[in-house]
């Protein structure tokens, strides 16, 4: 089956080819082109894989979230300032060394908010522990300025992700560095618990020798509800099988074959808690994990469970915990976490005879600290540097091997998106814009997130003063009232290729260029990536192909010889390189588009005598 396309089948003229190059430099830009020109180095692109999504046919919604690239060349990088990072927290110095390699690090710990907000403006990134609220004032404070927001750890819950999304600034963690200690933790808490470590120690420095007081209870054989399998909650139970201990966990998320393979049970919920002789807590806070420990949930407990806690304290609802402790329901409990951190002195939990705690510990061992600095600072440096981050929280992560293979079609992306919107006559009334990929892959084997995120930043900043990234693309698009529905064509070309061609139509506007509006009469704009490079193959019913690179003139004209040399020789006496031309035509010796890539902006005066040219109907100068 051939290509299905909206352009006329007739073949573009190519007055000049270039020659086959590979993939254009590309970057997902977290920083406006000029800030990104500052830290510019050898650009390496990584990030993790997700679950791949293929949108067939979407409209943007909250919970999608992109960002942006720019292809800017690494020729002629001024020496401008290094990037400001502010570390807000205690962060491990091989972390920080590698940070001082590549910026101007404050290290300026435990700051009241105030002097956070005042520090934010000045940084461009910011890197905290659990200990520091990054709140919506933080980045309102920020300015703009604030690009990363770095967390050495896992939890992201102290760090406000909907605010950063909205300011535009990538949230990046280091999500591995600490699963071994906090699993070490939780398995320390757990046997010290059972065997009343902490109580007995006091007791002896109390001058006490209570021998038939502590009397403890034995791990093996019991049962261990693990509430979380994720990486912590993995190494808990695999840890707790090696002590002998029947292990069944809870989590909506997690794979059975996973848990299997480890000899856990994954069980419901009620099952987790009702069955279990010990809980060990593994999961996030989110809105919904908050206080999912209450009241109603401990009643369904087993009447002397002992609880572990190194997840987060919200988890909890503290004042049940007292009260399922006083009615001996929970026997004891262990906990580093809390949700007030310190937690005040007199708190009825902390000062519980039953209840054991530690400073927010879980992740503090000199190996995690280490790893974690290590971890947070590559991914907050190549934040910086325009990397897609391996570890970002708000913005989509997508395989190194997809994103590769994708970064050409980004490139083009934005470029489509930026051509399609300057044929919007005074780039006015764009609401509706239909994007159609066409592409001989499976429906499902088609990540288009990156895609989408780049053809929003393509259509809105060339009619809008606002920064669109990766990060806040949807939201912008949302904020601007934007409506973009994506559409997959499953079409016969090689699957080698992730996509056949993108086309951008703009519904429902009129248009400063004839020419580009299809015979559905909406703006239409197709472009492919060839040899790597993009090209513009498709002006509303017009087949062209032209190399993406510098800017563009469109010009309609009265298919005739003579016309290419014309229009090359004014561009010529006024200096302008030409880097392609391409003429596409609906009917010989009628209608056609010459599209032509130039290096230089042409003065007013050479637009004008190519608008001179008397078989010109129409031109349009457009800046990719
Ligand atoms: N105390 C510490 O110092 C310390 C150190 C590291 C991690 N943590 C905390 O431990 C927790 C787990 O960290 P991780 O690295 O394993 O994260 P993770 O993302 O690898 O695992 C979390 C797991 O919880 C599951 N989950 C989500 N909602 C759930 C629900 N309602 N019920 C049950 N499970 C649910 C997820 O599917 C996931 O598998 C986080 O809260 C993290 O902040 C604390
Ligand atoms: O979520 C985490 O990584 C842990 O809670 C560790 O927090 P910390 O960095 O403040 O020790």
Not at 523 to 536: C, F, N, Q, R
Request: aromatic share 4%; proline share 4%.
């Amino acid at each position: 089956m051939a290509i299905s396309s909206s352009c006329s089948s007739v073949k573009a003229v190519n007055t000049r080819w270039t020659s086959p190059s590979p993939s254009p430099s590309s970057r997902f830009s977290l920083l406006p082109t000029s800030l990104h020109r500052r830290y510019a180095t050898n650009v390496k692109l990584t990030a993790t894989s997700a679950a791949l999504k293929t949108v067939e046919q979407t409209t943007l919604t909250e919970d999608n979230k992109f960002s942006s690239v720019g292809s800017d060349s690494d020729q002629d990088i001024p020496t401008l300032p290094k990037p400001r990072i502010l570390v807000a927290e205690k962060l491990g110095e091989a972390g920080l060394n590698l940070l001082r390699d590549f910026g101007d690090v404050d290290c300026s710990y435990e700051l009241s908010p105030e002097d956070l907000k005042k520090k934010v403006a000045e940084s461009d990134a910011l890197i905290v522990r659990s200990g520091t609220k990054v709140t919506r004032e933080v980045f309102e404070a920020a300015k703009g300025r604030l690009k990363v927001v770095g967390r050495a750890g896992v939890g992201i819950d102290n760090v406000d992700l909907q605010a950063a999304t909205e300011h535009g600034c990538l949230v990046v963690n280091a999500p591995t560095a600490n699963t071994v200690a906090a699993a070490e933790h939780g398995i320390a808490l757990l046997a010290s618990m059972a065997r009343n470590v902490a109580q007995a120690d006091a007791s002896i420095k109390a001058g006490k020798w209570e021998r038939s007081k502590y009397v403890g209870v034995s791990l093996v054989g019991k049962t261990l509800a693990v509430m979380g399998f994720g990486k912590v909650g993995t190494e808990v139970a695999r840890r707790a099988k090696g002590l002998g201990m029947n292990v069944i966990s809870h989590d909506p998320y997690a794979p059975a074959d996973r848990a299997r393979a480890l000899g856990v049970d994954l069980v419901s919920f009620d099952q987790a808690i009702s069955t279990a002789d010990f809980v060990s807590l593994h999961m996030p806070l989110t809105p919904a994990t908050k206080k999912v420990f209450n009241d109603e949930t401990f009643s369904k407990m087993k009447k002397g469970v002992r609880l572990v806690n190194v997840a987060r304290g919200g988890v909890i609802d503290e004042d049940a915990l007292v009260r399922a402790l006083d009615a001996g329901i929970v026997a004891q409990a262990a906990l580093d976490v809390f949700c007030e951190e310190p937690p005040s002195k007199d708190s009825k939990l902390i000062q519980h005879e039953n209840v054991t705690v530690t400073p927010h510990l879980g992740a503090s061992t000199k190996e995690a600290q280490e790893g974690v600095a290590i971890e947070i600072a590559e991914a907050v440096a190549g934040a910086l540097k325009g990397e897609l981050s391996a570890t970002a929280v708000n913005a989509p992560m997508v395989a190194p091997e997809v994103l590769s293979e994708l970064t050409p079609y980004i490139v083009l992306a934005e470029k489509i998106g930026r051509l399609a919107v300057q044929l919007v006559s005074g780039g006015k009334g764009v609401q509706s814009i239909k994007v159609v990929y066409r592409s001989a892959r499976d429906r499902d084997d088609l990540d288009t997130r990156l895609l989408r995120a780049m053809i929003t930043k393509g259509i809105i900043e060339p009619i809008s003063d606002s920064y669109v990234n990766l990060v806040n693309a949807d939201f912008i698009a949302k904020q601007k009232g934007l409506r973009i529905s994506e559409e997959r064509m499953v079409v016969d070309t090689s699957p080698e290729y992730p996509i056949d061609s993108i086309q951008v139509q703009i519904l429902n506007v009129e248009s400063n260029f004839a020419g580009a509006v299809s015979e559905s009469g909406d703006i239409s704009i197709e472009g492919k990536v060839k040899y790597g490079v993009p090209h513009l193959t498709c002006v509303g019913s017009f087949a062209v192909d032209v190399s993406l690179e510098g800017n563009l003139i469109l010009c309609r004209q009265v298919d005739q010889p003579g016309m290419i040399g014309q229009v090359g020789n004014i561009l010529g006496e006024q200096n302008v390189n030409v880097n392609f031309m391409s003429v596409g035509r609906t009917v010989v010796r009628k209608q056609a588009i010459m599209a032509i890539g130039v290096d230089e902006e042409p003065n007013s005066k050479t637009l004008e005598r190519i608008g001179g040219v008397s078989a010109i109907a129409e031109f349009v100068f457009l800046k990719l």
